[in-house]
């Protein structure tokens, strides 16, 4: 049987469950006993790996003591178990005890079980036991059923979060290519992208046991909303994370001045959350010239404040960061004069559907000395292709492109697709950085025959509305 089916057999079980409502919770409600089958198989091979290694859940807790027999607990007996036994002491465990008890209780703290009928709860672990996750094989099959478990969220769209499309990711990583040693933050990491693009592209610097030790922390993320930092913590383990530094948290709501030298990264990869709007006062932890309600902006000038000289990020950042002003232009100033802003990669439209239309932009900079000019590259859409969606996502062979540009930037190649900005240019402009594309405008327009056509045609729609109007107002005035 393949894990696929697995997965599919446990949504359907948890549909004819009266306590599971929607989506989200169905995915909180399977991700949460996964963890419990995931930690139960890490323990025993950390039994193994790790000298006189104790776990941090009570005997009668773990899950090869109430889940693995699928003769055993049943009915109200399982559920007066869960809700009653395991739940109350998981949320509530001693973290000074272990690591691994510090990363148990932050993943049950906020989370609940939705499910009421014991039965099929029941039915629901049978399933979930048939997945070997110390198998490498099931495990990497699951890894690739996790993903589209991830991207199937969507029910977050409408705050401001949003599944970065991998290919996206991994171009980013790609480009910023992490070292081994170096720490490596996602300040609003979600459900981990990033993260696990960063372990996947350090890990094959690892070749000793000291080496891994220093790759297992060095990489970090924070999530301040319970589920994706339940998704994310599951999917660091996943990917052979044994302790994942991942944090619940908000590090906007902590006063700018406070970060101090030992909070410095090397690199930042992030999506902030955009278009959502942080509760009131946040804003008043960052210094007043930058003081605003839009969360992408407060994490820009967070993440310039983490970066160590010489530190390199690549963040996500709508249009609207690249035009707006105000407040917008004082961190796009402090941007430039702080940090090297080399490049901008712009989006095209419907990246990030269905979760929003909204067009985004990759920066990339280094901190450390000022911008001197701002390279940009287009990112077209492939041959035939008019929009991403859903069932055609953004691919990473599309990258390819910006790859061989990358370091050959003059080539005459790529000129159609790439520009060059002076960085007085952009500060006599405001520090406006929305640029278009020079050498695409003449290709954007019609011929002046068929403007006139569309103008000629737009004219005498606006005069027939206009006799309709003043038809209307004719009669009833008279």
């Known amino acids: 049987m393949s894990i696929t089916t697995n997965i599919k057999g446990i949504r359907d079980i948890m549909r004819k469950d009266t306590g599971v409502d929607g989506d989200a919770q169905r995915i909180s409600q399977m991700v949460w006993m996964l963890f419990m089958k995931i930690f139960a198989d890490k323990e025993e091979e950390w039994e193994i790996t790790i000298d006189s290694y104790e776990s941090p859940i009570p005997e009668k807790l773990k899950w090869q003591n109430w889940a693995s027999d699928e003769e055993g607990l049943t009915g109200d007996q399982l559920m007066e178990f869960i809700n009653n036994e395991l739940f109350p002491t998981l949320k509530e465990l001693d973290i000074t005890v272990s690591p691994q008890a510090k990363i148990i209780r932050a993943v049950f703290e906020d989370t609940y079980n939705y499910m009421k009928n014991g039965t099929l709860f029941r039915q629901v672990i049978n399933e979930i036991n048939k997945i070997d996750f110390n198998n490498t094989k099931e495990r990497h099959l699951f890894n690739d059923i996790y993903e589209t478990i991830l991207k199937e969220l969507q029910s977050a769209g409408s705050s401001g979060e949003y599944y970065t499309p991998r290919a996206v990711t991994q171009f980013m990583v790609d480009m910023v290519n992490p070292q081994l040693g170096e720490k490596i933050l996602d300040p609003a990491c979600g459900t981990g992208g990033f993260l696990t693009c960063s372990i996947e592209h350090v890990r094959e610097q690892v070749n000793t046991p000291e080496d891994r030790e220093v790759f297992q922390a060095s990489i970090t993320g924070i999530e301040k909303k319970p589920l994706p930092h339940l998704l994310c913590t599951t999917n660091l383990m996943l990917h052979g994370f044994d302790v994942p530094a991942v944090r619940r948290d908000n590090l906007l709501s902590k006063p700018y001045s406070d970060w101090g030298a030992n909070d410095k990264v090397d690199v930042v990869l992030s999506n902030p959350p955009f278009g959502g709007v942080e509760e009131d006062g946040t804003e008043t932890n960052f210094p007043q010239k930058f003081r605003t309600k839009e969360t992408a902006d407060l994490f820009l000038v967070l993440i310039i404040r983490l970066l160590k000289d010489g530190g390199r990020c690549a963040v996500v950042l709508p249009d609207g960061t690249l035009f707006g002003e105000g407040v917008k232009t004082r961190i796009k100033e402090e941007l430039m004069e702080r ?23 990759v920066l990339f900079f280094e901190k450390g000395t000022p911008t001197k000019d701002v390279w940009y590259f287009e990112h077209p859409y492939p041959a035939g292709v008019k929009s991403y969606n859903k069932g055609k996502p953004i691919n990473i062979k599309e990258f390819d492109l910006e790859k061989a540009w990358w370091n050959n930037r003059e080539d005459e190649q790529f000129a159609k697709h790439a520009w060059k900005v002076d960085a007085q240019e952009i500060k006599d402009r405001g520090y406006n950085l929305d640029i278009k594309n020079p050498h695409q405008e003449s290709d954007d327009l019609a011929s002046p025959e068929e403007l006139l056509k569309q103008y000629n045609a737009t004219s005498a729609k606006v ?10 107002l004719n009669e009833a005035l008279s």
């Open 339 to 361: 940090c090297r802003l080399h490049t901008i990669v712009r989006l095209p439209n419907g990246v990030f559907n269905p979760y929003t239309g909204i067009k985004t932009n």
């Open 463 to 472: 005069s027939a509305i206009q006799g309709e109007i003043i038809k209307v």
